[in-house]
């Protein structure tokens, strides 16, 4: 059985429906790699008409908490990403991940170690100290069984290890192909602890098997987890699920991605102004591509096109400015009525928003949106840079003021085009434009003279969408007023000195 028989349902062997589990722990929020981990299972689960089971795995309960659990909740409902059953919380099923240890125990595939942690740390100390690996020595694998029931019957503290048989553990990994470990490698590692809590490795394999998961597509980072839990599967006399394991997200410097990199929780993005089709696309893309490398793909799109044989395993970069300008593709196919809750949310959460813009100035701010929306690759800078547009409180950018404002004479010409189009009747791009190039003329100097101010005067930026739209949105008074707020600005500055 090759790698891409078992992924892309030509295995015989496997007749059963397609299910797979997304299974968060909820000690964080929905972390990029997370949502990631959920994306590829859902588009495997719907590319496959199968099942995606939402496991959450709270059974470190120090650390879990309900708001976590809520958060993730909204991150992958946020996203898109529906799930088929769950939540199913995995700290219910102690009682069963419990009892599978037990017989493993019994069966003696499993055996109780009563080292102490002190021992235990000793040991390990000791192994670092002439550089060898450490791993467990199985002192109490040794033990005779008088010796080890006299133990257990004198209420001697001891956690249950799984013995690792002789041999070779193997699996056809769906993104690193055929992947062989020597058992020797491995540990006799802890399954159950001393207060007879499950460990992951137990309680991951003990759901996986109860939920029927046939495939399992997670991170890297669980790679080394496979072989363990393949062991596991042959002891509780089950087949394997099929595993693939996603390459690792690296910052832009090519180490592993973290907080150091800038923000990790989904829910950033979303703070940041980012949409959840842009979002979803760009997680799609991260370690995966499309046979013919598009990069704008729809969720329809990448339900007909994902295929495991399109991840790769080397780590995928996550480019927060490939992030963005993908926001800004899709935030320009919105018409300005879908653009407008998102931006009315902003617009809201900064005090700008009124009212009117429902009503009678509806039509103005279509207008708006519809000027801020090519420039724009976040709603949130699509704000940044309307919000002159909307309100008189903002200031000239320093980089503009440097650029264009350094020549006295400006005040005058500013106050010379003011008067001009204080007597426009039509104040409209087409006039406005006519007068602006007029007055140049007859002042003497080259529009662009006219034109840089006039839109510092108006946005306070050096840049944005055409002057005259952008004097024809601000309107006559308001472009009259702050022609001659510029010019004042400019007379007040203490003279550069020579
Ligand atoms: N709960 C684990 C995690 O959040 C996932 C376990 C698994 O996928 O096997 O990393």
């Known amino acids: 059985m090759n790698r891409s028989s078992i992924w892309d349902g030509g295995d015989q062997g496997r007749a059963e429906p397609v299910r797979v589990r997304f299974a968060p722990s909820p000690t964080g929020f929905l972390h990029v790699g997370g949502a990631r981990t959920a994306l590829f299972n859902w588009l495997y689960a719907r590319k496959h008409g199968g099942v995606l089971v939402l ?16 958060a993730i909740l909204d991150g ?10 769950g939540p199913i919380f995995q700290s219910q099923s102690m009682a069963r991940h419990q009892e599978q240890g037990l017989g493993l125990l019994e069966q003696q595939k499993a055996y109780a170690c009563f080292c102490t942690p002190a021992e235990l740390d000793e040991k390990r100390r000791q192994a670092q100290k002439v550089k060898v690996a450490y791993k467990y020595d199985r002192t109490c694998l040794r033990l005779g069984d008088s010796e080890r029931a006299k133990k257990v019957a004198s209420g ?25 470990v020597q058992n020797e490698q491995m540990e006799d590692f802890v399954i159950l602890r001393s207060d007879r809590t499950p460990t992951y490795q137990l309680t991951v394999v003990s759901d996986d098997i109860d939920m029927r998961i046939t495939h399992i597509i997670r991170g890297d980072d669980h790679i080394s987890n496979t072989p363990k839990q393949t062991l596991l599967y042959d002891a509780l006399g089950k087949k394997p699920p099929a595993f693939a394991h996603l390459p690792l ?30 979002m979803l696309n760009f997680l799609a893309l991260l370690g995966w591509s499309p046979a013919d490398g598009q990069e704008i793909l729809s969720r329809e799109d990448l339900t007909r096109l994902f295929s495991l044989k399109g991840v790769g395993n080397r780590g995928a970069v996550f480019d927060h400015k490939k992030l963005e300008w993908m926001n800004g593709q899709y935030l320009n196919r919105l018409t300005p009525d879908e653009l407008w809750p998102d931006v009315e949310r902003e617009l809201r959460q900064r005090g700008l928003w009124r009212e009117e813009f429902t009503g009678k100035e509806r039509q103005w701010f279509m207008r708006w ?19 002159s547009y909307l309100t008189d409180e903002f ?27 204080g007597r426009l009747e039509a104040y409209d791009e087409e006039h406005i434009e006519k007068v602006l190039r007029a007055e140049a003329e007859k002042l003497g100097v080259s529009a662009s003279r006219l034109i840089h101010p006039a839109r510092i005067a108006v946005t306070g930026q050096e840049v944005g969408p055409g002057v005259f739209e952008v004097l024809a949105l601000v309107g006559k008074e308001r472009t009259l007023q702050r022609l001659e707020r510029l010019a004042a600005h400019i007379e007040r500055r203490p003279p550069a000195s020579a």
């Open 55 to 70: 496991r959450i795995e709270d059974t470190d309960r120090a650390r879990s908490s309900e708001a976590m659990v809520r």
């Open 76 to 85: 992958l409902t946020w996203l898109g990403l529906d799930w088929d059953e």
């Open 156 to 180: 001697a503290e001891h956690c249950v290890r799984f013995r690792v048989p002789e041999g070779v553990t193997s699996y056809e990994d769906g993104v690193h192909g055929h992947v062989s």
């Open 249 to 278: 997200l690296l910052g832009e410097d090519k180490r592993k991605l973290s907080k150091r990199h800038g923000a990790v929780a989904v829910g950033d993005y979303r703070e940041r102004g980012i949409r959840s089709e842009a």
């Open 369 to 387: 949106l519809d000027l801020m929306k090519p420039r724009a690759r976040t709603v949130v800078s699509l704000v940044d840079a309307g919000t």
């Open 395 to 421: 200031q000239y950018s320093e980089r503009a003021e440097g650029k264009h404002l350094k020549d006295p004479e400006v005040a005058s010409r500013m106050r010379s085009l003011a008067s001009a189009l």
